[in-house]
């Protein structure tokens, strides 16, 4: 099994969108996956049909509930586990339960890989510390989609600086990819030049392009493989979701690495 989050500081970058059609695209080929929405906004669950379900992980983080209580079949290979209508309440209370809820995000990822997930995915909230708090000694993975802008360079540079804070040796493997992406403009050209100084092999070769079917597909419901299968943005998130394959490493034995984090 492979887990990860999407996550920036930065609101609007992609982490939704790329979260929802790389779920598409690992389910398309078979690979059973499950995808989280850790934004209480539920922009995730939104695009999956699921708007304002009542219990997610507000519910997992807070009680005993199994995995299976939770998530949602969306399609073949695809599962949604919603945020769930108390959300917000896991970031007011995080300073006093943080080891619980930290333990219970653990007991989820053991939960998928006995359950047989191949790809646990986390959609995040921009923004919010606690997320990369909780998420850190957790998942093999956080995923960081930039688009090629100054702005979301200066932001990258604070959530680098908190990350080094928070990650150490035995954290998660930390790449980089460009969304929104348009070739003909020179400053794209540019952050992509300082992205690859700044993260070499840790900025991945996929770009996804700014198109907008990409934009319209969710409110339809559906993936950009539904919507435009043959779009270039599609080969984009195609690209994407294979190079992903290849660069993350397996977490054969989850449990056994946690509890190596944890000495
Ligand atoms: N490749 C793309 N081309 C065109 N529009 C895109 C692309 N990727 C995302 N968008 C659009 O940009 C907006 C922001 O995308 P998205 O919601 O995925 O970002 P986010 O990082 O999750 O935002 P937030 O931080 O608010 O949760 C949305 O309207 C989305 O449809
Ligand atoms: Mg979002």
């Known amino acids: 099994m492979r887990s990860m989050a999407l996550i920036n500081h930065k ?49 997992y983080l807070k009680t005993d509930v199994p995995v299976r209580d939770i998530r949602i079949n969306i399609g073949k290979n695809i599962w949604l586990i919603p945020p769930g209508s108390l959300l917000s309440d896991i970031k007011v209370s995080w300073g006093a339960h943080q080891a619980r809820y930290s333990q219970r995000l653990h007991q989820l990822i053991v939960e998928a890989q006995e359950s047989g997930m191949d790809f646990v995915v986390f959609d995040c909230p921009p923004a919010d510390l606690w997320v990369i708090e909780l998420l850190v000694g957790t998942v093999g993975a956080l995923l960081i ?43 794209a050209q540019e952050a992509e ?8 092999s840790h900025l991945l070769e ?10 319209e597909s969710p409110g339809f419901g559906q993936s950009i493989f539904q919507y435009a299968s043959r779009h270039p943005a599609a080969m984009d998130y195609l690209d ?9 490493t397996l977490q054969s034995n989850y449990s056994a690495t946690y509890a190596g984090k944890q000495t």
């Open 11 to 59: 609101g609007g970058v992609g982490k939704t969108t790329a979260t929802f059609n790389l779920a598409w695209a690992w389910a398309d080929k078979n690979y059973k996956t499950m995808a989280i929405d850790l934004d209480p906004q539920g922009a995730l669950s939104a695009s999956m049909g699921h708007v304002n379900a009542e219990h997610g992980m507000d519910w």
């Open 193 to 200: 030049q300082m992205l690859k100084q700044h993260f070499g």
């Open 206 to 215: 996929a770009k996804i392009r700014e198109a907008v079917a990409v934009a």
């Open 145 to 187: 989609p930039v688009t090629p802008d100054y702005l979301a360079l200066q932001g990258l540079s604070m959530l680098m600086k908190k990350l080094a804070e928070e990650n150490d040796e035995k954290g998660p493997e930390v790449y980089v990819f460009l969304t929104r992406y348009q070739a003909r403009k020179r400053i």
């Open 240 to 248: 994407l979701a294979g190079e992903i394959i290849s660069r993350l």
